[in-house]
């Protein structure tokens, strides 16, 4: 468990002590999390205009409002407290539009318009699991710019740019061969640099979910799911 005790949710769950560093803790996880959220309201046929719009007052209450004190450590990770805050916050919106609707006024969000774009709902898909689909793409995204640092870091920019392709989706020998080639490399040794890339994408997605994990069984559940949309765990 004590991996788990200075993880960016434990420092937001513990506000009363140190009230200034929840809040730069909880502010950060708001900022990797609103991709997620804006998935979830674009899913109830919001136009993209409202959905950006819902989605700042939503962290604005959630911020502001103290949403984050009622959360309980022992009932799972960040993403499941703020999924179920969303919901009860869009239907409040919900409500409202139908007083609103009521009263004669505009209807905020337009039910015959779907949006565009990485966040709009997919075929058959719910808003639910667009929330779940965005979530995983933020955590790779993320770890994918981490990875890309390190490499430019080390002065090997090129030479990731071109394996990069390969972390997820396993190559064939051409393209091993390929890439040898073009940096005088043996074939064997571009292998094993894929493989050590894989390895680091592993450990810095896991390193990203123990910060919103309450415990090592949760964070186990949040590689499962993360694993159902990504095929990023190949040997």
């Known amino acids: 468990m004590s991996q788990f005790q200075t993880t960016q949710w434990s420092m937001v769950l513990n506000a009363g002590n140190e009230p200034g560093q929840a809040r730069h803790a909880l502010e950060l996880l708001c900022r990797m999390y609103r991709p ?8 109830h046929h919001y136009t993209a205009e409202s959905a950006e719009d819902l989605t700042q007052t939503f ?3 959630f911020i502001e409002q103290g949403y984050y004190l009622k959360a309980d450590p022992l009932r799972g990770s960040f993403r499941a407290f703020l999924l179920t805050a ?3 916050f869009l ?7 139908k007083t609103i609707k009521r009263g004669g006024l505009t209807q905020l969000r337009s039910l015959d318009t779907m949006v565009s ?5 997919r075929d058959r898909e719910t808003p639910e699991l667009a929330f779940h689909r965005a979530w995983a793409h933020t955590v790779v995204k993320d770890a994918l710019r981490t990875l890309r640092e390190e490499a430019q870091s080390a002065g090997k920019t090129e030479l990731f740019g071109e394996l990069s392709v390969f972390i997820a989706e396993r190559p064939d020998d051409a393209d091993y061969e390929r890439v040898a080639a073009k940096f005088g490399m043996r074939r064997n040794t571009i ?8 390895q680091r994408l592993r450990e810095l997605i896991r390193n990203q979910l123990a910060q919103t994990a309450a415990d090592n069984d949760e964070l186990e559940h949040e590689l499962d799911e993360l694993g159902q949309s990504f095929n990023l765990f190949v040997s």
């Open 191 to 198: 292998a094993v640099a894929v493989h050590r890339l894989r």
């Open 86 to 88: 969303l919901k009860r």
């Open 117 to 121: 774009g990485d966040y709009a709902l």
């Open 59 to 61: 962290f604005a209450r």
């Open 36 to 43: 997620p959220v804006l998935a979830y309201i674009l899913g």
């Open 91 to 97: 239907n409040d919106v919900l409500d409202q539009e």
